[in-house]
């Protein structure tokens, strides 16, 4: 087996800036990611991809320095339990990475078994029947109402909150979109039990908004996420408190959902095991992205099946995607247009 990664820059439509400060590219509309392709002996390849989040320390500078520490000697498509374990000693956390090689891995295991992925991992794809939402970052109010404009053809938006124009975002996106489904992410910037609760109620007033994401910050003491979660009239999806399947009886008891992410430390092996946990515990569950490229996005897709929500649209964000893989037309996610059938269905844009 042999191993090539780079980096390179995802160049975004607009700015992206949510609760906890401008996410990326540093005010920028310049978001990096590191691609990696494993090549085994008999040819077959594998592609996977790091878009790691500052939000839990990780950065593409890390992600290469970790790649550039793995003997690929030691990886295997044949077994990739036993990869992800020598992974394990290479050192800890680089979780992006780390899902970047489980991904690759994946990619080349279904390929070597003739497979799609959503079908190597028995899960299958329905199409037509996945729908992501489309994300509308914080801004001025103005600028809302022409991103929501612009996204017409998207059934379900995303709205970022957490910022003093809530209120007034809010509205601008109703002038734009007046009955629109719409999912609200605080991403933890509600510090208070009681301002998120007055939010939550103004919110539920609209009467067209599915969820509230991650009201206040993952540490907030338990006992007044569950004084939220008994009184809020919308369910409440845990996001940056939700990281392993550990994780489940904490969020059984603050949250109603969860959210998982290739990229925040569980790579597609482990998606799979915490998406199966979190529905076991009775527990919504819903798949997000980072800013990425088609190879990320497609991973998540081959998991929609076991997710109630989807919400992986990093790779319509931007304007310069290397990869062709899973689509998002109208919203509805399809492989049906792919050229490549086997493993992540991904391939190079040429
Ligand atoms: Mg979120």
């Excluded at 995303?158 to 609200?184: F, I, Q, Y």
């Excluded at 392993?244 to 092996?269: E, F, P, Q």
Aim: hydrophobic content about 40%; charged content about 20%; proline content about 4%.
């Amino acid at each position: 087996m042999q191993i090539k990664y780079w980096s390179t820059e995802l160049k975004l439509a607009h700015t992206w800036t949510i609760a906890s400060g401008v996410a990326t590219g540093g005010g920028t509309n310049l978001s990096p990611v590191a691609i990696v392709q494993l090549s085994g002996d008999d040819g077959t390849i594998g592609l996977g991809e790091s878009a790691p989040a500052s939000r839990y320390k990780e950065s593409v500078h890390g992600a290469l320095d970790f790649l550039a520490k793995v003997d690929a000697r030691k990886l295997s498509f044949d077994n990739i339990e036993a990869s992800m374990k020598y992974l394990e000693t290479v050192a800890p956390g680089q979780f992006s990475a780390k899902s970047a090689i489980n991904i690759a891995l994946l990619d080349g295991a279904s390929r070597k078994a003739g497979k799609a992925l959503y079908d190597y991992l028995g899960l299958g794809f329905h199409d037509k029947h996945h729908v992501t939402s489309f994300s509308i970052g914080i801004d001025k109010p103005d600028i809302i109402r022409k991103k929501v404009l612009a996204a017409e053809q998207y059934p379900v938006l995303k709205l970022k909150v957490g910022s003093p124009d809530d209120k007034a975002n809010m509205a601008a996106l109703r002038e734009a979109a007046p009955t629109k489904w719409v999912r609200v992410d605080a991403n933890e910037g509600w510090k208070t039990k009681e301002h998120a609760l007055e939010m939550i109620e103004w919110l539920a007033t609209d009467g067209h908004i599915q969820f509230i994401e991650q009201p206040m910050p993952a540490g907030t003491d338990p006992k007044d996420l569950a004084w939220l979660k008994a009184r809020s009239p919308l369910p409440l999806i845990a996001d940056e408190a939700y990281h392993t399947a550990k994780d489940v009886a904490h969020c059984v008891d603050c949250y109603h959902g969860v959210n998982v992410k290739l990229c925040k430390n569980v790579w597609v092996s482990n998606a799979y095991e915490e998406l199966q946990a979190a529905r076991k515990a009775g527990l919504q569950t819903m798949i997000g992205c980072m800013i990425e490229t088609s190879i990320l996005i497609s991973a998540a897709a081959h998991l929609a099946e076991l997710c109630n929500y989807l919400d992986i649209d990093g790779n319509i964000l931007i304007t310069n995607d290397p990869y062709i893989g899973v689509t998002a037309e109208k919203g509805l996610l399809s492989f049906a247009s792919a050229p490549e059938k086997l493993g992540l269905r991904v391939q190079a844009r040429s």
